[in-house]
């Protein structure tokens, strides 16, 4: 069973920075692209930044030059640094990989770490 686990959502004013990061366990998997999306209530899931194993990043244009995502794939970890917060940006943040075990490649999620820009 493969497990991502996020850590380091918080509260934080606008204009503030927050890191989130990512670790996937488990055994007999291959990545191939780990990131970030985000549902924000009463929205659907969106896409913030994915990046693939060859470290090529994709970024919602709603964060660009804001959010920073980077990996390590011999750990396999994933982080999302966060700056330049905006009360927008608030949401529950959840950690994605596209991922194969054995013969089967699908997305996998983690659990959500909430993320809160507020004064």
């Known amino acids: 069973q493969v497990q991502l686990v996020e850590s380091g959502g918080g509260l934080v004013q606008p204009g503030g920075s927050l890191r989130l990061s990512c670790a996937a366990s488990?055994?007999?998997?291959?990545?191939?692209?780990m990131g970030w999306y985000r549902q924000a209530p009463g929205k659907e899931r969106e896409l913030v930044s994915v990046?693939?194993?060859?470290?090529?990043?994709n970024y919602a244009d709603s964060v660009k030059g804001r959010f920073t995502i980077s990996r390590d794939n011999a750990k396999n970890t994933v982080n999302l640094q966060m700056n330049s917060l905006k009360p927008e940006d608030t949401a529950v943040y959840y950690c994605y990989a596209r991922l194969s075990v054995g013969a089967t490649t699908g997305a996998r999620w983690g659990q959500g770490t909430q993320v809160t820009v507020s004064s």
């Open positions: 990046i693939t194993n060859d470290g090529i990043p």
């Open positions: 488990g055994r007999g998997f291959s990545i191939h692209a």
